[in-house]
């Protein structure tokens, strides 16, 4: 999984180096927060937290490295499962002035945490769709975020619907 994993993080450092700076934006690292429902079919219904550090590459788009760590609990505490989801997108942003939609690609993993006997973890390929909207001092994000988790001997679906804020 780390090789699968180091193709897109050396493609995005290059980009990073070689993008012309953005006037309207700065390159001023931006930190994201928020809380997702994630729907899978290895693990079904969880709730979870969600972090994301972003930089602006030029006006349209901008490299993010961030994680998801989910919580299936519905089945019970005793039964829960424990799920951490890195990944590095390269997000566009469409124009907009107070608020405007966005969409990302990238890659990651699917790393469940705790029962060693369950082996369903495995890379991902990772779409988003959201929206980003203005505030005082800091903006309101929310976005659908399917994945596609790849397996050893089958694909698996994961789809996260975030809402968050970016300071």
Do not use: C
């Amino acid at each position: 999984m780390k090789q699968s994993l180091a193709l897109p993080a050396v493609l995005a450092a290059i980009l990073a180096a070689y993008a012309p700076s953005g006037e309207a934006q700065s390159r001023t690292v931006r930190f994201g927060t928020g809380t997702h429902l994630m729907v899978s079919t290895v693990d079904g219904v969880g709730l979870g937290l969600t972090g994301r550090v972003s930089m602006p590459l030029n006006d349209d788009l901008s490299l993010a490295i961030g994680s998801g760590f989910t919580g299936f609990l519905f089945g019970g505490t005793e039964d829960a499962e424990w799920l951490l989801t890195p990944q590095v997108s390269l997000i566009v942003t469409l124009p907009g002035i107070m608020k405007a939609p966005y969409f990302a690609f990238g890659a990651g993993g699917y790393l469940p945490l705790g029962d060693p006997g369950r082996d369903r973890a495995g890379p991902t390929i990772n779409f988003a769709a959201g929206y980003v909207r203005a505030l005082s001092q800091s903006s309101l994000y929310y976005e659908v975020n399917p994945m596609l988790i790849l397996e050893d001997n089958r694909i698996d679906i994961a789809l996260p619907v975030r809402i968050g804020v970016i300071f």
